[in-house]
């Protein structure tokens, strides 16, 4: 092959690879993108299930964020119901008779880890944890 070839062909590759980097949309950075917005109200439903555990088992809200929880005990067998108490989050514990719901707002308001759990029947099912991060 003619050496004119070889320059030819080798400088037709550059051209397309230096093409092809010009036209690749640029990835904005970490600190270009634009902070994470937050829906004003973020909604979760809490459940008992049938293995007597509170579901999802971790939440993780902003604080400062208002936070709006549906909690639901299906669990129609034990007459007793359950309850649900987050010390630290929640001014008081909720009692939810079988098949019973209940909706509640509040606003984590300071960075932590908090449990939650059935205060009626304690460690007897699981619980689960709620963070709460810095914004
Ligand atoms: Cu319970």
Redesign the pocket.
Known sequence: MPRIQKVLILASIALAFLFGLAIRPQQPTIAQQPPLQLPELRAYTLT?DGQ?MWLPSSLTFTAGEKVKLHIFNPDKL?PEG??FAAPGLLLRPIFLAPGADQEIEFTADKPGIYRYF?H??GD??LGGQIVVIKP
């Open positions: 008992v007597f034990t359950h309850g059935c009626i029947h007897i099912h």
